[in-house]
């Protein structure tokens, strides 16, 4: 069942169910108050006829016409006498039944030994009471009472009509709410839609974000859920060029020497080394790779909070270990940062190690830290500098600046280069605080 139509049905359900509830109560309201009225209707009548009869005398014929004459029956309501030697007189509105005429009816109501009741009859039932009454030396019996089916039918004529206002009213709501619903689904159909069109080739979609609501919040969930997948399959896509580039000269060595290796001891050595160094050159570089396929993971940096004094001496003594170089340090930062010590290590013995490729021996290479509003390192050397600067980040150069480039933006940092050709470089990594 679509989600449409299930919240149009338990929004009807809901509406029915108090609707129902409502009409229940007021038909039970209505019929307590039409019983109760009829019962005070009866107390009065029964009252005033034992008061009329013992003020007036006379025989019960002409008490009993007497009374009878001063009677305006309210419809469905009846007032009979039942004299002595069977002799009836009753009087009745136009509309009401004629219980007079019914002996059975009355015998049994006269034969009844409590002063109140109901009995069936020929119109329905019939609630009544009586008064016992003797005058002249007569006995006789004053009976009063209403057919309930009339004295109700004008309640059960208010709950049709509220019934019917009920159903109109959950026609109403049903429009509405399959409306409504057709509204509040409108984002999550986008979505569906979206997730549809969305393959591993086109992750460029996206669904407009309006409100402040779930489904808006729901939407935006989704948009970052792509840019999730969009940037996991570029990783992927990535690694599989970065791969098949960086690997496809070391296996080409590999296996030319390996197609002409002949029985000589001394050439099969030689080969066996070449071989070997090739293939610690392509652990380096899977493990290049690795690494920055990492750099988009979360857990890619551990910060912790650093000494910068400290860091930076720690640095700077395994620099120096690099190569015969002139190191010198420049400039040391205080205080604290929070970032991870390890990975900049990395980064800045990546940009080392470039300096002394690019440097000769006793060549001068200067490093240093600085806090301002970022925390900056950086090795400069005295080389022939960089000549196109636009691609020195590239990956088609090789993967040790793209490195360095990953640690700073893990960071939410940056790398700079400042470069004159023939000058010298400098490379400077910048870390927020």
Known sequence: MPARVKIMCWLLGLMTLVLATVVVVVWRFLLVDVDDRVNRAL????????????????????????????????????HVAVLPGGVVRGTRSEVTYALEKDRTVLTGITSSGGSWGVISSPAGPFRWAKVHAVSGGSDMWFVTGYFEDGVRAPVHSTVRVLVLVSLAGLLIAALIAWFVAGVILAPVRM????????????????????????????????????????????????FLDDASHELRTPITIVRGHLELLGDDPLERAEVVRLCTDELDRMARLVEDLLLLVKAERPDFLRPVVVSLP???????????????????????????????????????????????????????????SSVDSVVS???????????????????????????????????????????????????VLEVPL
Do not use: C
Request: glycine fraction near 8%.
């Open 43 to 78: 107390e009065q009548e029964t009252n005033e006829f034992s008061t009329y009869a013992e003020t007036h005398s006379g025989d019960v014929f002409t008490v009993a016409e007497a009374h009878l004459r001063l009677q305006y029956p309210d419809d469905y309501e009846v």
């Open 191 to 238: 979505v569906r839609q979206a997730a549809a069109e969305i393959t591993e080739d086109d992750l460029t979609r996206r669904i407009p974000v309006s409100g402040n609501d779930d489904v808006a919040a729901l939407a935006q969930q989704f948009n970052s859920m792509l840019d999730r997948l969009d940037r996991s399959f570029r990783l992927q896509r990535q």
């Open 310 to 368: 400290e860091l930076t001496s720690d640095i700077d003594a395994k620099l120096r270990a690099l190569g015969d170089r002139r190191w010198v340090l420049e400039s040391i930062a205080e205080g604290e940062a929070v970032l991870d010590p390890q990975r900049i290590t990395q980064a800045l013995v990546q940009l080392a190690s470039n300096a002394v490729r690019h440097t000769t021996a006793g060549s001068e290479i200067r490093f240093g």
């Open 377 to 427: 390192f950086w090795v400069a050397d005295s080389g022939p500098g960089v000549r196109d600067e636009s691609m020195l980040f590239s990956r088609s150069t090789g993967l040790g600046l793209p490195i360095v480039k990953a640690i700073a933006e893990a960071h939410g940092g940056a790398v700079q280069v400042r470069s004159v050709p023939g000058e010298g470089a400098t490379f």
